[in-house]
């Protein structure tokens, strides 16, 4: 099973990488719109490979989309983790019951001892 995924990450990325190699022409980003440009008088632009931007683009929508379904599982994480908690201390507290005497008059006898 671990072959077939290195195989499968290998012909993703000579797909990658033939893809780059075709599409190695330089174009321009710009920040804003050129009517926009007029009226604030400054123009970002960048030249860039065309993969770079085609890549980049498809990176960041992966951080977004992981992102945000990571903000949207927050509650799941945090009932989760409220769930731990109250069993470890509910495994706890039967552990000490069961290190607890059964007869009551012998845990009496006893705390009268431990207070001694």
Same mark, same amino acid.
């Given at each position: 099973?671990?072959?077939?995924?290195? !195989?499968?990450?290998?012909?993703?990325?000579?797909?990658?990488?033939?893809?780059?190699?075709?599409?190695?022409?330089?174009?321009?980003?710009?920040?804003?719109?050129?009517?926009?440009?007029?009226?604030?008088?400054?123009?970002?632009?960048?030249?860039?490979?065309?993969?770079?931007?085609?890549?980049?683009?498809?990176?960041?929508?992966?951080?977004?989309?992981?992102?945000?379904?990571? !903000?949207?599982?927050? @509650?799941?994480?945090?009932?989760?983790? @409220?769930?731990?908690?109250?069993?470890?201390? !509910?495994?706890?507290?039967?552990?000490?019951?069961?290190?607890?005497?059964?007869?009551?008059?012998?845990?009496?006898?006893?705390?009268?001892? @431990?207070?001694?």
């Amino acid at each position: 099973m671990r072959i077939l995924r290195y !195989l499968l990450l290998a012909l993703i990325a000579v797909a990658l990488l033939i893809v780059a190699s075709a599409n190695r022409g330089m174009v321009t980003l710009n920040l804003l719109p050129g009517e926009l440009t007029t009226y604030i008088g400054r123009n970002w632009t960048i030249q860039l490979p065309l993969f770079l931007v085609v890549l980049g683009g498809v990176a960041a929508g992966l951080v977004l989309g992981f992102g945000w379904e990571w !903000l949207r599982e927050h @509650k799941y994480r945090a009932t989760a983790a @409220k769930s731990t908690r109250e069993a470890s201390k !509910l495994q706890r507290e039967v552990a000490k019951l069961k290190t607890a005497p059964e007869d009551d008059v012998l845990a009496i006898l006893e705390d009268k001892r @431990k207070a001694s």
